[in-house]
Nanobody
Framework: QVQLVESGGDLVQAGGSLRLSCAAS????????MGWYRQAPGKERELVAD???????NYADSVKGRFAISRDNAKNTIYLQMNKLEPEDTAVYYC??????????????WGQGTQVTVSS
């Protein structure tokens, strides 16, 4: 089992910046893709960005040019640098990972979420 611990959510004014972190721990063979989803009130959960173990990245169109995802494989940690934040970015941000368990099974794991609120 992999546990994900997120941090960095906060209240910020529009135009400001935040940095989210997510650290994976537990027993596993290999961490594959890690990334962030977000869910705003009344909306479906949506992908924000993800990054493979080889550092290939993927972004939602709405955050391209404003957000940057990065990864430290030695620490099993990812970061999401969010710049030029907009009120529409307000949501609970969830970290996720796809990993190969110690039993050789591909498994998904989710964090508990961190609140990002952007005031206008």
């Amino acid at each position: 089992q992999v546990q994900l611990v997120e941090s960095g959510g906060d209240l910020v004014q529009a135009g400001g910046s935040l940095r989210l972190s997510c650290a994976a721990s537990g027993r596993f063979f290999k961490i594959n893709t890690m990334g962030w989803y977000r869910q705003a009130p009344g909306k479906e959960r949506e992908l924000v960005a993800d990054i493979t173990s080889g550092h290939s990245t993927n972004y939602a169109d709405s955050v391209k040019g404003r957000f940057a995802i990065s990864r430290d494989n030695a620490k099993n940690t990812i970061y999401l640098q969010m710049n030029k934040l907009e009120p529409e970015d307000t949501a609970v941000y969830y970290c996720f990972t796809n990993y190969l368990s110690s039993r050789g099974q591909l498994t998904n794991s989710w964090g508990q979420g961190t609140q990002v609120t952007v005031s206008s």
